[in-house]
């Protein structure tokens, strides 16, 4: 049974920074490109970040910069630090594994960036 565990999302002053952590098991993690989307109210998730196989990463031109995904093959982890964050980050952070095959989803952490 695949499970993504995320966590690390919370209220953070405008500025301020977070790690978002996700742990996956029952899946060969090498093998996914891990991702990490967010969902504002009302819109569809968007991707935000990925972090391929061989850790070749790309990021949405809103967080680039400033958010930084990194990925342990050995811990079957993937990380999204969140620095220099605003309002408009406010949203539900869900990570992400996929293949051409099989996409899986951990639940959603939600990122709060409010004064």
């Known amino acids: 049974q695949v499970e993504l565990v995320a966590s690390g999302g919370g209220l953070v002053q405008p500025g301020g920074s977070l790690r978002l952590s996700c742990a996956a098991s029952?899946?060969?993690?090498?093998?996914?490109?891990m991702r990490w989307f967010r969902q504002f109210p009302g819109k569809q998730r968007a991707l935000v970040a990925a972090?391929?196989?061989?850790?070749?990463?790309n990021y949405a031109d809103s967080v680039k910069g400033r958010f930084t995904i990194s990925r342990d093959n050995a811990e079957n982890t993937v990380n999204l630090q969140m620095n220099s964050l605003k309002p408009e980050d406010t949203a539900i952070y869900y990570c992400?594994?996929?293949?051409?095959?099989?996409?899986?989803w951990g639940q959603g952490t939600q990122v709060t960036v409010s004064s």
């Open positions: 992400s594994a996929f293949t051409p095959q099989y996409t899986y």
């Open positions: 029952g899946l060969t993690f090498s093998r996914y490109v």
């Open positions: 972090a391929a196989r061989r850790g070749i990463t």
